[in-house]
């Protein structure tokens, strides 16, 4: 069965960096568009970036650009969130999600977070 | 802010049937998805596409489109259907982002 699992998360100051590893099996993870989407506190959810199956493409919501790296070892059936200059706003459960190979923008399958704490 | 736009709140009697609506833009070119997230668990996406559910999600779910507003209808709630429920689309902008809306929290009365 499908199985994305985060890791990674924890407390770190404003300005800091953080690397986050989502871990998948169960499927041919080189088939398939991977993004990472985020929910603050009591919020609702904000996706961050996409990777396309072959690491050519990405993209990034303006809230990260410039600071926010995604990318994927496809050898390794994983995925990766750089993140820098992190900010109290960056506070978030963040998750790896599974882009529907045929649904553009469709998330079918889910991790169940990593908590990013920005705080001094 | 969010490009695609739904109601904070609904509320349903047990039994009986609801929608909840999401607006945007990108929506008169891009089929929403639906996901349903209870506390504490990641969202479960429950339709995507024109009207199509995923394995092992209830036929009371269905979802539909007109112009730029999407909708989904459960019908006959049930009461392990509260939770939020978000839609989710590309953007407007050509830029091929994802966007989600700001939620919905059902509520089963």
């Known amino acids: 069965q499908v199985q994305l699992v985060e890791s990674g998360g924890g407390l770190v100051k404003p300005g800091g960096s953080l690397r986050l590893s989502c871990a998948a099996s169960g499927f041919t993870f080189s088939d398939y568009y991977m993004s990472w989407i985020r929910q603050a506190p009591g919020k609702g959810l904000e996706w961050v970036s996409y990777i396309s199956s072959s690491s050519s493409y990405t993209n990034y919501a303006d809230s990260v650009k410039g600071r926010f790296t995604i990318s994927r070892d496809n050898a390794k059936n994983s995925l990766y969130l750089q993140m820098n200059s992190l900010r109290a706003e960056d506070t978030a459960v963040y998750y790896c999600?599974?882009?529907?190979?045929?649904?553009?923008?469709?998330?079918?399958?889910w991790g169940q977070g990593t908590l990013v704490t920005v705080s001094s | 802010s969010s490009e695609l736009t739904q109601d904070p709140a609904v509320s349903v009697a047990l039994g009986q049937t609801v929608r909840i609506t999401c607006q945007g833009d990108?929506?008169?070119?891009?089929?929403a998805s639906w996901y349903q997230q209870k506390p504490g668990q990641a969202p479960v996406l429950v339709i995507y596409g024109k009207n199509n559910r995923p394995s092992g999600i209830p036929d009371r779910f269905s979802g539909s489109s007109s112009g730029n507003t999407a909708s989904l209808t459960i019908t006959g709630a049930q009461a392990e259907d509260e939770a939020d429920y978000y839609c989710?689309?590309?953007?407007?902008?050509?830029?091929?982002?994802?966007?989600f809306g700001g939620g919905t929290k059902l509520t089963v009365l």
């Open positions: 990108s929506l008169r070119s891009y089929y």
């Open positions: 999600a599974r882009e529907a190979v045929d649904i553009v923008a469709t998330f079918d399958y």
């Open positions: 989710n689309s590309r953007d407007s902008s050509g830029n091929h982002l994802r966007v």
